[in-house]
């Protein structure tokens, strides 16, 4: 691995910086910091492409997505919305919903680093996000009700599983924001880092300890995460993940090169994967 930039990486990014902090972490700031980090459509659409290479990077293990300025991201850009709205122009979004997320199954796993306001859009980014880490002035917000629309990224069915209906309903029909550490306690938040440190770097550190595992076992044990957490059962999601993914972690090289690093007492050398 190498943290390098890869030679294929994106290029003109208007929307968004990228960087790559460690070997196998790609790190994504949404650069819109006067707009509160609101996204257009065209700014989904650049997200949605550079997290799309991003699975299909070899060497590219765990990304992190973050905003620059006081918000990780407010929603859509309102200005747009409501000039298309009144157009009659729908919000064309990318499959992989808002930001390329909020719809996102993905191949690789990506940490949202909460750096202020997640509200609406943003919000539906981060719930769906494997992991978050947020600063402990970090909110969560989604505002839907008191504009008369209401969240459609995902973010309900989520919350519910994640948070329990109390809660994600207090959530989804007050409007309120909630704060980093009530967020945390509900369980969907694993880190707070507290003022004075940097939310990125302590997402960084996170990265670190994902990259350093199997890349074939990371998208694979991820893939058995997510039947679980979309709707199957236990016996069904350990059945087809058991029938559908076993066979390939046992064909790739990178199980056999954790089992001899084992033996041989020393750290593994990872081969990018080729799932």
């Not at 691995?1 to 290029?11: R, V």
């Not at 191949?107 to 997640?118: C, H």
């Not at 209906?165 to 924001?177: D, I, V």
Request: glycine residues 10%; charged residues 20%.
């Amino acid at each position: 691995m190498s943290a390098t930039t890869p030679p294929n990486a994106p290029q003109g990014l208007q929307n968004s910086i990228i960087s790559f902090p460690d070997p196998g972490i790609l790190l994504v700031l949404i650069n819109r910091p006067k707009q509160l980090n609101s996204l257009t459509v065209e700014a989904s659409y650049e997200l949605d492409s550079v997290f799309q290479w991003f699975d299909n990077e070899p060497s590219l293990r765990v990304a992190i997505v973050g905003g620059v300025g006081k918000a990780f991201c407010v929603g859509a850009d309102l200005k747009q919305w409501m000039s298309n709205n009144k157009k009659g122009i729908p919000m064309d979004l990318p499959t992989n919903g808002f930001g390329g997320i909020s719809f996102r199954h993905g191949k690789k796993p990506i940490i949202a680093a909460v750096n202020g306001a997640a509200y609406g859009g943003g919000c539906e980014m981060a719930i769906n996000c494997d992991m978050i880490v947020a600063s402990a002035s970090a909110s969560f917000c989604l505002p839907e009700v008191k504009r008369g629309v209401t969240p459609f990224g995902g973010a309900l069915p989520r919350l519910m599983r994640i948070a329990g209906r109390q809660r994600a309903t207090e959530m989804a029909l007050t409007g309120r924001p909630v704060t980093a550490h009530e967020f945390k306690e509900w369980g969907a938040c694993n880190v707070v880092v507290e003022r004075g440190q940097d939310v990125v770097d302590r997402a960084v550190e996170l990265a670190k300890l994902v990259a350093a595992n199997s890349p074939d076992a990371v998208i694979i044990t991820r893939e058995g995460l997510k039947m679980g957490y979309e709707s199957l059962g236990v016996g069904d999601s350990s059945r087809l993940f058991l029938e559908g993914w076993s066979k390939r972690i046992y064909e790739g090289r990178n199980m056999q090169e954790g089992l001899d690093a084992f033996t041989e007492k020393r750290a593994p050398l990872w081969m990018d994967s080729k799932l």
